[in-house]
Structure formats: C-alpha cells, structure tokens
C-alpha cells in the first residue's frame, strides 16, 4: 500500500525535524506504523523532490519560518486606584446603557399595545367591518 509508505516517511521526516530541534533521539513511531511498515534509521526520506538520509536531516537545522501573521501585542494592565476608577466608570456607563435600552423597550411596548388596543376598539365599534 503506497499511503502507508507516504505515511511511513511522513513520520520519519516529521521525527527527523522534532529530534533536530529537540536535539534528541527517541523512537516516536506509533505502535501499528512500527509493526506496519518499518522505518529504519537509514531509509531514506523524501524533501520537496530531494532525498535526504535522516542522519542528514538530524545533522541540518532546519530552515527558520516566520509566521504570516504576528498577534498584537496586549498592553499591560494598570494596576492601583487608577484601574479600579476606570472599571468603575465602565462599569456605571454600561449600566446606564442598560437601562436605557430598558427604558426604549418599555416604551416601544407601551405604544405598540396602544396602537393594538386602538385598532381593536375600531374594529369593535364599526359594524360595518363585521359583515
């Protein structure tokens, strides 16, 4: 079976490359890769189209990698009174943004209930509309 041989490689490449940036050499091969197909220490594995033994791989470090994208960094919480002042007024202003919308659904319950009993009472009232 050929994926089990690229498997096989796979592993061995990705054992070359943690051992030479661990510096050390354990045996990482799953149980049933090991008793599938053997990798020996000799085999050789293949890199973007070249052949490298793995005692070469081991021997070479590996080329640097920088990342696409670099978080920002977070600044540093203030400690003392003045964190605590800012989270209070955070704190107080969220409420009052709370209480707000409260107060805007109060008020667009009051009106649409309004409105609903109004158009009742005129259909009640107009017999014309019940016929």
Request: with cysteine; net charge positive; proline share 8%.
């Given at each position: 079976?050929?994926?089990?041989?690229?498997?096989?490689a796979?592993?061995?490449q990705?054992?070359?490359?943690?051992?030479?940036?661990?510096g050390?050499?354990d045996?990482?091969r799953?149980r049933?890769?090991a008793?599938?197909?053997?990798?020996?220490a000799?085999?050789?594995?293949s890199?973007r189209?070249?052949t490298?033994t793995?005692?070469?791989?081991?021997?070479?470090p590996?080329?640097?990698?920088?990342p696409?994208?670099?978080?920002?960094?977070t600044?540093a919480?203030r400690?003392?009174?003045?964190?605590?002042?800012?989270?209070q007024?955070?704190?107080?202003n969220?409420?009052?943004?709370?209480?707000r919308?409260?107060?805007?659904?109060e008020?667009?319950c009051v009106?649409?209930?309004t409105k609903l009993?109004?158009?009742?009472?005129?259909t009640?009232a107009s017999p014309?509309?019940?016929?």
């Amino acid at each position: 079976m050929k994926w089990i041989r690229e498997r096989d490689a796979l592993i061995a490449q990705t054992l070359a490359f943690v051992q030479s940036v661990a510096g050390k050499k354990d045996d990482f091969r799953q149980r049933d890769t090991a008793a599938a197909a053997p990798v020996l220490a000799t085999e050789i594995v293949s890199v973007r189209a070249t052949t490298v033994t793995l005692e070469q791989a081991q021997a070479d470090p590996p080329p640097q990698i920088t990342p696409a994208f670099q978080p920002m960094p977070t600044p540093a919480p203030r400690m003392g009174s003045d964190f605590r002042s800012e989270m209070q007024t955070r704190i107080a202003n969220f409420r009052k943004h709370q209480e707000r919308f409260e107060r805007e659904r109060e008020e667009y319950c009051v009106a649409t209930l309004t409105k609903l009993r109004a158009a009742i009472r005129d259909t009640d009232a107009s017999p014309t509309a019940r016929k």
